[in-house]
């Protein structure tokens, strides 16, 4: 075999390989995710900073290993997309194909569940933020004195 071969082949497996670790670190975000809005429910500030940096890092890795992906695919001459992935299962061997798209589409699924989860902690972080404000401005409406310049 040549090597543009054996380097097609490490590359394809490079993007197999990373999908099925993406399945497993995207199932650990998605209980992270729960965790962090349990920890923003609870207002544990101090157990939230820590929790944002484990799951900030698990986050990096994601994303370094999708950038990966588009440079794996761009190198097979292949979209650096979905439909890129799509076509690349297309050009796989027929005993692999469904086994590969399946993990495919556990993955875009665990992702869009991510995103939901994701959604659910924003609207509560700006629900949050929407009440801390509110209380402010009723705090700093409270503490003025409408008839202190008349006595000085």
């Not at 157990?47 to 890795?61: E, I, K």
């Not at 761009?74 to 997309?81: A, E, S, V």
């Not at 556990?106 to 869009?112: A, F, P, R, T």
Request: charged content about 25%; proline content about 1%; aromatic content about 4%.
């Amino acid at each position: 075999m040549d090597n543009s071969v054996v380097n097609k082949r490490d590359l394809v497996q490079n993007i197999i390989r990373d999908v099925r670790i993406d399945l497993d670190d995207y199932t650990q975000l998605n209980s992270m995710l729960i965790h962090q809005r349990k920890l923003m429910q609870s207002r544990d500030n101090q157990a939230l900073l820590t929790h944002n940096v484990s799951q900030t890092a698990l986050c990096d890795r994601l994303a370094k290993r999708a950038s990966n992906r588009s440079l794996y695919l761009r190198k097979l001459g292949f979209d650096t997309n979905a439909g890129g992935m799509t076509t690349l299962f297309d050009a796989l061997p027929v005993h692999l194909k469904p086994q590969i798209k399946l993990l495919w589409e556990n993955l875009l699924q665990i992702v869009e569940d991510n995103h939901r989860e994701n959604e659910i902690n924003g609207r509560l972080l700006a629900m949050q933020q929407s009440t801390i404000k509110r209380v402010l401005q009723r705090d700093n409406q409270d503490q003025i004195d409408y008839g202190a310049h008349i006595f000085s």
